[in-house]
């Protein structure tokens, strides 16, 4: 049995972002191909940790580098509002495992730091920027690079780095993990059960997204 299912029947999980995209998410619902057009490490889809710690550093971290790091802007989706600098968290209840159990579900897992996790995020975050050579998985599970994936990229596109030392970036670990759901129809299953901001811990009212679900049935 692979120790990557105690990860997956975790009840609570994770999605870090910011104040403008949970407008976003409340008006339109979770959408799995928002960020086509973003290079990510599995491709475009709806991304997810079980630690809450995790999802709050990621989205801290991701709106200071926007604002610090302007040569990447090509790679980043840019602030232009307040509420675009503000990070949130939303927190969802649902258990993976469950999905992982389901045959009809295609579900990948790269949860070890090694080659074949490297390659596919290198062939994701170069290659898969647009959706244009996209995966068949419905559900991944893996784990998180303890690099910057974007900064790598950046310097093998500028020819500062090669492939092999970009790969051997990638697979420097972490205990962080990610699950990324790539079909619709989980997405729409999903249910909120908390949303806070990471500066204060302020609540916001998760029922904005659970009143436009009971409007969508």
């Not at 074949?116 to 690079?145: C, K, P, Q, T, W």
């Not at 205990?175 to 059960?193: F, Y």
């Not at 811990?201 to 009143?211: A, M, Q, R, V, W």
Request: aromatic letters at 14%; a negative charge; charged letters at 30%.
């Amino acid at each position: 049995m692979g120790k990557f299912r105690k990860h997956l029947n975790k009840k609570k999980w994770f999605h870090g972002t910011t104040l403008s995209a949970w407008r976003q998410i409340c008006d339109k619902r979770i959408q799995v191909k928002h960020n086509i057009g973003n290079e990510l490490d599995f491709g475009y889809g709806f991304y997810l940790t079980n630690k809450r710690e995790q999802a709050e550093k990621y989205i801290s971290d991701l709106i200071k580098l926007k604002q610090e790091a302007p040569d990447l802007s090509e790679f980043l989706e840019t602030a232009d509002t307040k509420e675009d600098n503000i990070p949130i968290v939303i927190e969802f209840e649902f258990c993976p495992l469950e999905w992982y159990e389901n045959t009809s579900l295609n579900f990948g897992i790269y949860n070890s730091y090694d080659d074949s996790f490297a390659e596919f995020v290198f062939h994701n975050r170069l290659n898969n920027i647009n959706g244009e050579d996209h995966h068949s998985y419905d559900v991944i599970f893996g784990v998180m690079s303890d690099s910057a994936p974007t900064t790598l990229i950046l310097d093998y596109k500028k020819g500062y780095l090669g492939k092999e030392q970009v790969i051997e970036g990638l697979k420097k670990s972490t205990s962080n993990k990610q699950l990324t759901i790539h079909k619709q129809e989980l997405c729409d299953k999903l249910s909120v059960s908390r949303v806070y901001c990471v500066f204060d811990g302020e609540e916001l009212d998760y029922s904005e997204y659970s009143n436009f679900e009971q409007l969508k049935r």
